[in-house]
């Protein structure tokens, strides 16, 4: 059973568009200050693994204090990111 459900947990995992015409810096923590670890092409897709809270940006979706985590260590502001929602889509990151 333990397999079922690491499978299941796997397709759980939403991808959501980056705002259109946008380079993405995808950044090693939740904030500005963090560092460039890469750049999202124009019409990238993100999943969403969980979502933090950090520094407050201001972006196409608005602003927002919250940090989605696409990949270990790889965070991108939500407010670049379409969820079609103001607050949280998914889990908290641990």
């Known amino acids: ?5 690491t499978a299941q947990s796997a397709t ?10 946008v380079q993405l810096n995808v950044r ?3 904030g500005t200050t963090y560092s460039i670890v890469r750049v999202l092409p124009v019409g990238a897709n ?7 809270p950090g520094q407050t940006v201001t972006g196409p979706y608005g602003t927002s ?9 790889e965070y991108v502001s939500d407010a670049y990111v379409n ?12």
Request: net charge negative; glycine share 14%; with cysteine.
């Open 1 to 5: 059973m333990v397999g079922a459900a």
């Open 12 to 21: 759980t995992v939403r991808y959501y568009p980056v705002a259109p015409g």
């Open 28 to 30: 090693s923590g939740p």
């Open 46 to 52: 993100v999943p969403i693994w969980c979502q933090t």
């Open 65 to 73: 204090n919250i940090w989605d985590n696409i990949d270990s260590g």
């Open 83 to 94: 969820t079609g929602s103001d607050g949280y889509v998914a889990s908290r990151c641990a």
